[in-house]
Every structure is written in structure tokens, then in C-alpha cells.
């Protein structure tokens, strides 16, 4: 078993939001204290065998807590949601959980064909967007529609779980995000009104304020 005891964990991903972003906001609004390692130097750390990344995947994000080393944006984000205790309380919670964290990850594939690549790949990417982000988005929705708990978030309560901030991500980001890359929300209000409430709880709301730190 890997020891974690008596340790802060500390993530490393670059100077932004990205696939690190919901990692980041799972030890904020959990209340965990953590290391945010912002890279600069990526090919150096990247080329040094006894880095983190380089002892796993050679990607980032990863996290180092003890001598457990973990990489993959969705298996980091769900590592911290754990520590903070933000995954509920029953194995239908976590999986509501995990789903949210999977679509997190689709949508952020599909925003980044926005962002990366040629001058007319971009253009494509963005002029696909509007359209490919509709299954995700509806389903979400829907889902929100479903629940039995009250509020606005997935599983109830006055502070937002995992799935809630993976939700917020996809809406607030700045990079890369749904409502700085000008998708129409309006089809959503239970997504956005999820979004919102993240958005105001005091913890996201300082992160925010503090330029996303």
C-alpha cells in the first residue's frame, strides 16, 4: 500500500486552468490543503526520469502525495473529490460522480478543437461546437430533471459535490470553457442554475476571485 500519511498532496499541471482545473477545485471546495505546483519549465521536468510525470505517463496533470503517484485528469479529480469527502455518501453518488467527471473530460475534447491545432482547424472545431456539444449538455439536463434530491445540485445538499464542480468547470472555465467560447446556454437552466450555485459558494468564489488560484 502506498503511504500518505503526515503529507500535503501536491499536484502539478501549467500557470492555468486546463485538465487541471477540476482537480484544483476538488481540494478547494473539500477544504483539502495542497501544493499547486504551476509548471514553467515543462520540457526539463518533463526529460528528468525522477519527475512525477516522468515516472508515470510523461502528461500532466499528476499528483504526488506520499509515494503515491497518480496521473489522468479524471483519476486526479476524483482522487482529491475523496479526500474532501465530496463524492457522496453511496455507491450510486460516486457513480453519478464519475459520470459527470467523464462528460467533464468529453467536453473539455470537444472545446480544445477550438483552441489547439491550425488557424482552419480551430475554425472547425468552433463551427462544430454549438452542434457537438448538444447530446452532453441534454443529458445533463435531464439528468438534473431526474433527481429526487432538492436544490440544485446532483445530490442535494447545501454544497456541491464532485459532479457540481465538474458542471461548473464546463461552464466558468476560462480555458477552456463553454461560456468563454460563446455556447448558448439558455436550452439548460437546470445546468446553469447547477453551475450558478457552485459559482457562489464561498470557497469556488474566492478561487475565482483570487484569478483561479
Known amino acids: 500500500m502506498s503511504s500518505t500519511s503526515e503529507t500535503e ?5 501549467f500557470d492555468g486552468p486546463g ?6 477545485l476538488a481540494f478547494v471546495a473539500g477544504g483539502t490543503n495542497f ?12 526529460s528528468n526520469p525522477s519527475s512525477t510525470p516522468a515516472q508515470l505517463f510523461g502528461s500532466l496533470p499528476v499528483i504526488k502525495h506520499g509515494d503515491l503517484l497518480l496521473a489522468a485528469s479524471t483519476a486526479t479529480a476524483m482522487y482529491a473529490a475523496d479526500l474532501g469527502s465530496l463524492m457522496g455518501t453511496s455507491v450510486a453518488d460516486r457513480a453519478v460522480c464519475m459520470m459527470l467527471v467523464a462528460t467533464n473530460e468529453d467536453l473539455k475534447c470537444l472545446m ?5 491545432g491550425d488557424e482552419d482547424s480551430k475554425a472547425a472545431g468552433r463551427t462544430a461546437l454549438p452542434t457537438a456539444v448538444v447530446k452532453f ?14 436544490g440544485p445540485y446532483f445530490l442535494g445538499g447545501d454544497a ?7 458542471v461548473f468547470d464546463n461552464v466558468y472555465s476560462p480555458f ?6 460563446e455556447v448558448d446556454l439558455t436550452p439548460y437552466p437546470k445546468l446553469v442554475a447547477c453551475a450558478d450555485a457552485v459559482a457562489a459558494s464561498p470557497s ?8 483561479w488560484k
Not at 35 to 46: F, S
Not at 112 to 116: H, I, T
Not at 142 to 149: A, C, P, T
Open 137 to 150: 449538455l441534454s443529458g445533463v439536463e435531464r439528468i438534473l430533471e431526474r433527481k429526487n434530491s432538492a
Open 160 to 166: 456541491p459535490s464532485l459532479a457540481d464542480l465538474a
Open 112 to 116: 480544445y478543437n477550438c483552441l489547439f
Open 19 to 24: 485538465r487541471a482545473n477540476l482537480t484544483r
Open 9 to 13: 498532496p501536491e499536484l502539478s499541471y
Open 176 to 181: 477552456p470553457g463553454l461560456r468563454a467560447l
Open 204 to 211: 469556488v468564489a474566492t478561487y475565482v476571485a483570487n484569478g
Open 35 to 46: 501544493k499547486d505546483n504551476r509548471i514553467a519549465n515543462w520540457p526539463e521536468v518533463k
